[in-house]
């Protein structure tokens, strides 16, 4: 094992070792100041157990007793220990990252799977009329979601963000001994703020500080780096040597969230809040669109002799002064003889007095702002001052047409058979139920932030478990039903999530095109469509194989219903973090789909850590972007008579489907299943953690069917099981010949990211961690047979592969998981010291809470030891 360890730090990246090195070392000087040599002396001499465990399982019973030996309080700090060192090497790791990527960028040839890149690589194939009309109906659509498990606070990702600030200033090579030694000082400092600072809410979470983590994310990230996308764009579609102008590059990002609008069984969200979120939104968006207003109009020196004012701009500026004297008078004063920098600091009062409310002087829409902005760029333009005018104003401009003023388009969900309820007691007549006013008053204040920010801010209401044309229907009939007010302008999006719903999707659509209020939607919107396809569910109810396959067959014919209804089908892919979830790189799922299922558009929801993991950092938040949008262009290019490749594997795939889905619902159909999984899982004590203002299940049942989706992924990856992202693999690839499916893996991407996929939840599965929660559960039958398809799916996907050793092409990767694997055995042990005392009804007031406490920091410091929740 020693050699083993070895290997893998060799494999790890100098660069990244050093940081790993320092963080690790600072936090040991820190957990000794707090709480003593003593302190950091059990945290070592566990640390080495479990490393040493790895090779002789009787280590791994003297860490058990050590862990024992220490009193709940004992176990909390070395929890906390644990859970932190995993904080400070994924921020080391993403460090890396961002590294990398700036590094590869700066060579003489476009980095692969960059804009530059893709559009020089279509360039060659398409005309320049079929790579235009392509680059026209580009829409990259992230929606952000809530996450029943994001197990992180937001005081601890902003501690995380400052130590990653100062470790940022060691990296810089310009750097100076005095500012190196003066860095160094603040990391440990931020290093000891993030030791003390509560792993642990005190308080539960709600939606609107899920909307307000969500700003986060908003403020720091999506701001900044849209127009870097947008010159990256524009860049790649300039000829080489031709001259700077107009840009040539339209928005084509396009921004969602359902925090504050998804009330699918979370009663903490409701009209009010939706209204909350909004303003939230507005107020941000707008304060940043102020700023850059600011930033740029007090850099616009250039005189009226250099730069003369068009004679729009001189109407522009008249108008102003009429409008508000004192202040445009304060204005110009200040900047005499500067009329494009008085413009567009004017520009930036109006939208301060929209973000205020001050209606003399507010913006109507922002449409209105884009106008002025214009207004002032043409006559910078026309002056010759073209740098100017297309320069840091046409960035503004930009995100003003991508974000507008309302952020990010709120979007609504709730389940089918609330809206029945609803339509059964309004058609009945009596009294109303709180649910019924609750959904009438969501109506209402959908139509209010449409007459505010205009439709586009609140538009789609997601319907989960749509089952028939009629529960689209339903919601068109309730927004009528509103008995005050203005009706709101819907498109009603139908959720498709189990698989006998996903067979019947284009049943269900030839219905919904019936609908009158449909049919109307489609004059007005230019005949687009779009339908939701739910994986979380799907993978619940059939296992991942059986799930691949139904949703790849769903978009398949959902592509070829449209073509011959002639309409715009939009895909939207409700995929989860988790591997089990549909989870995986973005850009490999964007090459996955069914041929002609994209057609330049491509909708995905990022949910919870994701969030984080994907956008926390610009340069990895525009990398994942610019791959997204690269992918979805090469998917969505004109290919000729090219086959889909799922045609070839037809009979292949229905071939392992059956063994897969069979061995799958054997499983959690089996005798006993459920209070088995209660047992042996943390499921029951995950629900009642204040991390999310979700709950855990859609009803106060304990049945399977009333647990949602995402814990049920959170609890098998916190016993190191990761079953959700391979059962029923093992049984299903055994059906099929080797050389089949071998041929498939190398022909198919659908089948090679499903295939790689599950290798990546094999590689996090730990089957002698696993085995110790299994055993809480007495039931050796199921025991057995979840062991026994671990072995069989690992088998097989190595022999498909023709890898030696998981994620042996990954060399990285998997060293990495190699290194970390002990440390999060540490915090298994320590979690399952914490179940037993709080499953334990001898346990006293005082020590469960400390269990509690325990318990929550080990859900934290496993969740980032894996880098996965839900």
């Not at 070895?6 to 000087?29: H, N, W």
């Not at 392509?134 to 902003?158: D, G, K, N, Q, Y």
């Not at 290093?191 to 909307?211: G, H, I, K, N, Y």
């Amino acid at each position: 094992m020693t050699e083993t360890r070895e290997t893998a730090r060799q494999e790890i990246p100098e660069p990244l070792r050093r940081d790993v090195r320092l963080l690790g070392e600072m936090l040991g000087r820190v957990i000794a100041d707090y709480g003593g040599e003593s302190l950091l002396r059990d945290v070592e001499q566990l640390r080495s157990l479990v490393i040493r465990a790895r090779d002789d399982d009787r280590y791994e019973r003297d860490a058990e007793k050590l862990i024992a030996s220490w009193r709940l309080d004992r176990a909390e700090k070395v929890s906390r220990a644990f859970a932190c060192y995993f904080h400070l090497a994924n921020l080391a790791e993403e460090h890396h990252r961002a590294r990398v990527i700036r590094e590869r960028d700066r060579g003489p040839e476009p980095m692969a799977e960059s804009l530059a890149a893709t559009i020089g690589e279509l360039r060659a194939k398409l005309s320049p009329k079929r790579l235009d009309g392509l680059i026209e109906t580009l829409e990259i659509h992230p929606v952000f979601t809530a996450h029943p498990t994001e197990a992180r606070r937001r005081a601890v990702v902003t501690a995380i963000r400052r130590v990653g600030d100062q470790l940022e200033r060691l990296d810089d090579p310009r750097i100076s001994d005095s500012e190196k030694s003066d860095a160094e000082r603040r990391l440990i400092e931020e290093v000891d703020a993030l030791w003390r600072t509560a792993q642990v809410r005190a308080l539960s979470v709600t939606p609107l500080d899920e909307v307000r983590s969500f700003m986060a994310v908003f403020d720091e990230t999506l701001f900044r780096i849209v127009p870097e996308l947008l010159r990256a764009m524009d860049g790649a579609l300039r000829a080489a040597g031709s001259p700077k102008g107009a840009p040539l590059a339209a928005p084509f990002l396009r921004f969602g969230s359902w925090i504050g609008g998804d009330r699918d069984g979370n009663p903490a969200v409701t009209a009010r809040v939706t209204a909350a979120a909004m303003d939230v939104h507005a107020e941000h968006v707008l304060l940043a669109l102020e700023a850059a207003a600011t930033r740029i109009g007090r850099s616009l020196t250039v005189d009226a002799d250099s730069t003369p004012p068009s004679p729009a701009l001189r109407r522009l500026l008249s108008a102003a002064r009429d409008s508000d004297p004192k202040r445009f008078t304060a204005l110009a004063t200040r900047s005499a003889d500067e009329p494009h920098r008085v413009c567009v600091l004017h520009i930036a009062n109006r939208i301060q007095a929209t973000r205020t409310g001050d209606g003399k002087l507010a913006y109507r829409s922002p449409q209105d702002l884009a106008r002025d902005l214009k207004t002032a760029q043409e006559s910078l333009a026309a002056a010759g001052a073209g740098r100017l005018a297309f320069g840091e104003l046409q960035n503004l401009l930009w995100q003003v047409d991508t974000f507008g003023f309302h952020l990010a388009e709120l979007e609504i969900r709730q389940h089918s058979t609330v809206h029945e309820g609803a339509l059964t007691e309004l058609r009945a007549g009596g009294r109303r139920s709180e649910l019924t006013r609750e959904v009438l008053d969501t109506m209402r204040v959908v139509a209010s932030l449409q007459e505010r920010f205009g439709e586009d801010s609140c538009r789609r209401y997601v319907v989960s478990f749509t089952r028939g044309a009629r529960d689209v229907a339903a919601v068109y009939e309730l927004a009528r039903a509103t008995s005050m007010g203005k009706i709101p302008v819907l498109d009603v999006i139908p959720l498709f999530e189990t698989l006998d719903d996903l067979a019947h999707a284009t049943q269900v659509m030839d219905d919904v095109l019936r609908l009158e209020p449909v049919r109307r939607r489609l004059v007005a919107n230019d005949r687009q469509v779009e339908v939701m396809l739910g994986y979380s569910d799907s993978a619940k109810e059939a296992g991942p194989l059986s799930a691949t396959l139904a949703l790849h067959d769903a978009q398949a014919a959902l592509t070829t219903w449209a073509r011959k209804n002639r309409v715009r089908l939009t895909l939207f892919h409700g995929r989860g973090g988790a591997l089990g979830r549909g989870g995986g790189p973005a850009n490999r799922a964007v090459r996955a789909q069914a041929p002609g299922s994209l057609a330049g558009r491509f909708k995905v929801t990022e949910q919870g850590e994701v969030i984080f993991a994907r956008y926390g950092n610009r340069a990895i938040a525009r990398r994942h972007l610019e791959q997204v949008t690269s992918a979805v262009l090469e998917a969505s290019a004109p290919r000729g008579s090219a086959r889909d490749p799922a045609r070839d594997f037809r009979a292949l795939a229905a071939m392992i489907d059956r063994p897969a889905r069979d061995a799958y619902r054997a499983l959690v159909d089996a005798p006993g299943f459920e209070k088995w999984f209660l047992d042996v899982s943390p499921i029951e004590e995950l629900g009642r953690l204040r991390i999310a203002s979700r709950p855990s299940r859609r009803s106060g049942g304990r049945r399977l069917e009333d647990l949602r989706a995402i814990p049920w992924v959170f609890a098998w990856s916190q016993m190191r099981l990761n079953l959700p992202g391979w059962y029923g693999m093992g049984s299903g690839l055994s059906a099929g010949p080797l050389d089949d499916l071998r041929r498939a893996y190398a022909e198919w991407p659908l089948f090679n990211a499903m295939l790689d996929n599950a290798e990546m939840s094999l590689a996090k599965t730990d089957r002698r961690i696993a085995e110790r929660y299994l055993a809480l559960g007495e039931r050796s039958d199921l025991t057995a047979k979840v062991l026994g398809e671990y072995d069989l799916t690992k088998e097989w996907v190595l022999a498909v592969t023709g890898h030696r050793r998981l994620l042996e092409d990954r060399r990285v990767l998997s060293w990495a998981i190699e290194l970390r694997n002990p440390y999060v055995d540490a915090l298994s042990h320590l979690q399952l010291r914490a179940l037993r005392a709080m499953r334990n009804s001898r346990t006293s007031r005082a020590d469960l809470a400390r269990a509690e406490r325990v318990f929550q920091l080990t859900v934290n410091g496993i969740a980032a030891g894996l880098q996965n929740t839900g």
